[in-house]
């Protein structure tokens, strides 16, 4: 069974960051496109990253270039999101997903909050 | 960036009815890439469809998507109690893939 795992969320201050951490089993890792997508009340579902199999090529959505970073560990099984600079819009529920176009399995999602 | 707009904004139906849901894209999406999402209160989004017309592995038949270009629809034939949900469209034919914001389908 496809199983995606995330954690790392919380509140955070402005200007501070955070690391979320995917757990994935069930599937081998290593053979697949990786995303994170958020979702808010008020704007919807976002894409936000995506990561090659072997980790070689990256995209970001233009909002957070250069403050994200996505990043695996195919030999822990292993999805990541680096987080800095954090602004109040970052606030969202973040899914660690599998694939690249469409995404076949999603997360539970981990919540963060960015608030003062 | 692609925009997609999803009609109507909220669809009132009854079990057993048939459901339309739209999603136009602001330009064309490439090679029909565009897929279609459950998500139930509480829960994460599903996939339903992919390349506009395939359904995912083990949604059920009454499910189906069409369209290509600008225009893409996903149709339930006969609603089940457990259908009623928020329906998202994504194009992934272009970077970066969009969303569109959203069908709820509710008990009428």
């Known amino acids: 069974e496809v199983q995606l795992v995330e954690s790392g969320g919380g509140l955070v201050q402005p200007g501070g960051s955070l690391r979320l951490s995917c757990a994935a089993s069930?599937?081998?890792?290593?053979?697949?496109?990786m995303t994170w997508v958020r979702q808010t009340p008020g704007k919807g579902l976002e894409w936000v990253a995506n990561?090659?199999?072997?980790?070689?090529?990256?995209s970001y959505v233009d909002s957070v270039k250069g403050r994200f970073t996505i990043s695996r560990d195919n030999t822990k099984n292993s999805l990541y999101l680096q987080m800095d600079s954090l602004r109040a819009e970052d606030t969202a529920a973040y899914y660690c997903?599998?694939?690249?176009?469409?995404?076949?399995?999603w997360g539970q999602g981990t919540l963060v909050t960015v608030s003062s | 960036e692609i925009l997609l707009t999803q009609s109507p904004g909220t669809l009132s139906l009854s079990p057993g009815e048939r459901a339309t849901l739209s999603c136009r894209a602001s330009?064309?999406?490439?090679?029909?890439?565009l897929a279609w999402y459950q998500q139930k209160p509480g829960q994460a989004p599903r996939l339903l469809i992919y390349?506009?017309?395939t359904r995912a592995t083990g949604i059920p038949d009454r499910f189906s998507g069409s369209g290509s270009g600008t225009d893409f629809t996903l149709t339930i034939s006969r609603l089940e109690p457990e259908d009623f949900a928020v329906y998202f469209c994504q194009q992934y034919g272009s970077s970066p893939r969009t969303f569109g914001q959203g069908t709820n389908l509710e008990i009428k």
């Open positions: 997903t599998r694939g690249s176009g469409w995404t076949d399995y």
């Open positions: 330009q064309s999406v490439r090679s029909t890439n």
């Open positions: 390349g506009a017309s």
């Open positions: 069930g599937f081998t890792f290593s053979s697949y496109w």
């Open positions: 990561i090659k199999e072997d980790g070689s090529a990256k």
